[in-house]
Nanobody, 122 residues
């Protein structure tokens, strides 16, 4: 199982970015997917998660109202639409996947992507 995250970049405060994460595997299994981020010198932080059943969505307080997580139908591709970005959103963003979990606890995810850098300038 491999996760490929993309979509990061350098933007100004108030701009938007859309991150994508695709799970590549051969069994046809479906995965819960989450986004986490880690700023320099800080611990890994939960951002948002979405279950295989679209109704299951969780956001961190810092993401509510500005970030939207979604997935591509029944495919193992998740998106994180980030609007009204702030300098404090600057971090490496990681996607994670698990066949049985789609919550906020990082240690519960089995698979992780390589991370994509998001930098928001003021």
């Amino acid at each position: 199982v491999q996760l490929q995250a993309s979509g990061g970049g350098l933007v100004q405060a108030g701009d938007s970015l859309r991150l994508s994460c695709t799970v590549s595997e051969r069994t046809g299994s479906r995965y819960g997917m989450g986004w986490f981020r880690q700023a320099p010198g800080k611990e890994l932080e939960f951002v948002a998660a979405i279950g295989y059943f679209v109704g299951s969505i969780v956001y961190a307080d810092a993401a509510k109202g500005r970030f939207t997580i979604s997935r591509d139908g029944d495919k193992n591709t998740a998106y994180l639409q980030m609007d009204s970005l702030k300098p404090e959103d600057t971090a490496v963003y990681f996607c994670a996947a698990d066949r049985y979990y789609s919550g906020s606890v990082s240690s519960q995810y089995m698979y992780w992507g390589q991370g994509t850098q998001v930098t928001v300038s003021s």
